[in-house]
Nanobody, 114 residues
Framework: QVHLVESGGGLVQAGGSLRLSCAAS????????MGWYRQAPGKQRELVAV???????NYADSVKGRFTISRDNAKNRVYLQMNSLKPEDTAVYYC????????WGQGTQVTVSS
């Protein structure tokens, strides 16, 4: 079993920055994909950014140039550095790990005020 715990969410003004962290525990394979997704009220959950265990990344167009995903394989952690935050970035942010199965964290709230 795999357990994911996110941290780092909060309230920030537009233009500000936040850094999200996700810690994975349990049986973690050396080859996997970790990522961040978000869900705003009344909207579907959407991809924000993903990163493979080899370091390849992919971003949603809406966050390119503002968000950076990174990971520490030794610590089984993934991070999301969010800069130039906008009110439309307000959402619950979820960490996801994909190996043999999909695993999700409980989510962390990010609120960006205008």
């Amino acid at each position: 079993q795999v357990h994911l715990v996110e941290s780092g969410g909060g309230l920030v003004q537009a233009g500000g920055s936040l850094r999200l962290s996700c810690a994975a525990s349990g049986i973690i394979f050396s080859i996997n994909v970790m990522g961040w997704y978000r869900q705003a009220p009344g909207k579907q959950r959407e991809l924000v950014a993903v990163i493979t265990s080899g370091g390849s990344t992919n971003y949603a167009d809406s966050v390119k140039g503002r968000f950076t995903i990174s990971r520490d394989n030794a610590k089984n952690r993934v991070y999301l550095q969010m800069n130039s935050l906008k009110p439309e970035d307000t959402a619950v942010y979820y960490c996801r790990l994909t190996q043999r199965n999909d695993y999700w964290g409980q989510g962390t709230q990010v609120t960006v005020s205008s």
